[in-house]
């Protein structure tokens, strides 16, 4: 029986999942903590990796291993193979002034049409920009850029510092893949390549490929989705000779951990919420709602992400005193469309649509509909309602959609499965819990190390016909024209 391991390197924790080969089944699993904040040392990764892989019962038996992992995070490294800052994470945010300045010196439409995305504070380009500008002496350090997976391959293969990896830091052995590349903002999913002029304009000094001719900063090398990145040898708590496979984007991992194919529209609700459909055409939105990245299969993955998701229900569930068993009790007692009351939940200001300043609505109270059942209620119906809107803004994008996959934690809310029905439609399904980015990258290592893409079976824990509500949706699109206070 051969064995395959995918990790999930995600801003809170890596974990580590070992499946077999052929039929998916999980044999055993694994994780460890990662460091709080928004800027972290890389090292932190790597030691949290080792810890995982211990917690899963190592790998002397495994034989491919695959990274997923949080996107646009920077990772500097200079010609000595170590880290020059600590890497700045996707939830950075200081780096906004910088992707305002990006995108006034060519214009939305000109980026999206060379990226398929519009510069946000989240990606790569606006962090290297604010490297340049904020750290000069920094920026002239670099010598290569790498984004997490990138770095976490790069270590497994037995790269990196001096004193502390078997071969040293060959800069031009670092390989990313096509997902993570695309949310960089200087890799094109259309063309299938880096936009070197892009980069220069973010760091201010010229790129070039891993491995390839001439001088300049050294950015990864992109490898297909079943192409291997090369082989490990023995070191730290690594035996030789796995396989390791390209790696993914984690949102990519999850797409492939799901074996989600065109048709399908991916509903994760997480702290935030994001709203992804596989494709088999790039996307390109010049109003920056829709990102048009690339997937870990060869097609394309267009997303949008939502700042407020799980934390709306946390939050109602406090102010009416009740956990999240009872507020789905509650809310299933309600009527459809909360007898009048309509939830706007920007807690948190909200990016899709891009309202960074903006507050919650809550609308339509009188003093009979004003309940603890109708509250809990037009807590769901919000927050499904404002994941709509990232799915309808993927679908005007000329994405099919033909079934919902709803994950994370609040899917499994009975209220979140039932509104679900009545807000999007099309059929929705709720898989099985799992690992699905850490899932992902199991199957790509499969996928190396066999040459075939696998099909494993992904359990179907509920599935609903869409049956929508059309007054959930009239009532909240009300509250919206109602407007939110800006905070402060």
């Not at 491995?211 to 090369?230: I, K």
């Not at 809107?389 to 079934?403: F, I, K, M, S, T």
Request: charged share 20%; aromatic share 4%; proline share 6%.
């Amino acid at each position: 029986m051969s064995l395959v391991a995918g990790v999930d390197s995600s801003t809170q924790s890596c974990k580590v999942v070992v499946r077999d080969a052929s039929s998916g089944a999980l044999v055993r699993s694994g994780s460890a903590r990662h460091p709080e904040g928004t800027e972290v040392a890389p090292s932190a990764w790597w030691a949290a990796l080792l810890e995982a892989i211990a917690a899963a019962g190592g790998l002397d038996d495994v034989d491919a291993i695959s990274v997923a992992g949080q996107q646009h995070g920077m990772v500097v490294l200079d010609a000595e193979g170590e880290v020059v800052r600590d890497a700045l994470l996707w939830n950075d945010t200081r780096s906004a002034d910088a992707a305002r300045d990006l995108v006034d010196e060519l214009g939305a439409d000109e980026w999206a049409r060379r990226t398929g995305t519009v510069p946000v504070a989240s990606f790569t380009a606006t962090k290297l920009r604010w490297l340049r500008d904020a750290e000069p002496a920094s920026a002239e350090r670099v010598a290569a850029v790498a984004l997490p997976h990138d770095w976490l391959t790069w270590r497994l293969l037995g790269y990196g510092p001096r004193d502390s990896s078997p071969l040293g830091p060959d800069l031009d052995e670092l390989v990313t893949d096509r997902s993570d590349a695309s949310g960089t903002s200087y890799w094109s999913p259309a063309d299938d390549g880096y936009d070197l002029e892009l980069f220069e304009r973010a760091l201010g000094r010229p790129g070039r490929v891993a491995g390839g001719d001439g001088t300049g900063v050294v950015l990864p090398r992109v490898l297909g989705p079943s192409e291997a990145a090369g082989t490990t040898v023995a070191h730290a708590s690594v035996p030789a000779g796995l396989v390791v496979a390209a790696g993914a984007g984690d949102n990519a991992g999850a797409a492939l951990g799901l074996d989600a194919g065109v048709g399908d529209l991916v509903i994760s609700i997480g702290t935030s919420g994001t709203a992804f459909a596989v494709t088999d055409h790039p996307v390109a939105d010049r109003s920056g709602t829709v990102a048009g990245f690339a997937d870990a299969a060869g097609g394309f993955l267009p997303l949008v992400a939502t700042l407020n998701a799980a934390r709306v229900l946390s939050s109602i569930g406090a102010l009416l005193g009740v956990d999240h068993d009872e507020l789905a009790r509650l809310a299933l007692a309600a009527e459809p469309g909360s007898g009048g009351v309509s939830l706007v939940p920007y807690f948190e200001g909200e990016r899709t649509p891009d309202l960074p300043r903006a507050t919650a609505t809550l609308a339509g109270l009188t003093l009979a509909s004003t309940t603890r059942e109708n509250l809990a209620r037009a807590a769901v119906e919000g927050m499904l309602s404002a994941l709509a809107d990232g799915a309808a803004a993927v679908r005007d994008q000329g994405v099919e959609v033909h079934r919902v996959l709803l994950i994370g934690g609040a899917a499994l809310n009975p209220a979140v499965q039932a509104v679900a029905a009545q807000v999007f439609d099309v059929p929705v399904s709720v898989p099985s819990p799992g690992e699905y980015v850490a899932d992902g990258a199991a199957r790509q290592a499969a996928w190396a190390l066999t040459g075939g893409r696998p099909r494993w079976d992904v359990a179907i824990r509920s599935s609903a016909e869409a049956s929508p509500v059309p007054a959930i949706a009239a009532r909240y699109r009300a509250a919206q024209q109602l407007g939110s206070l800006p905070r402060g």
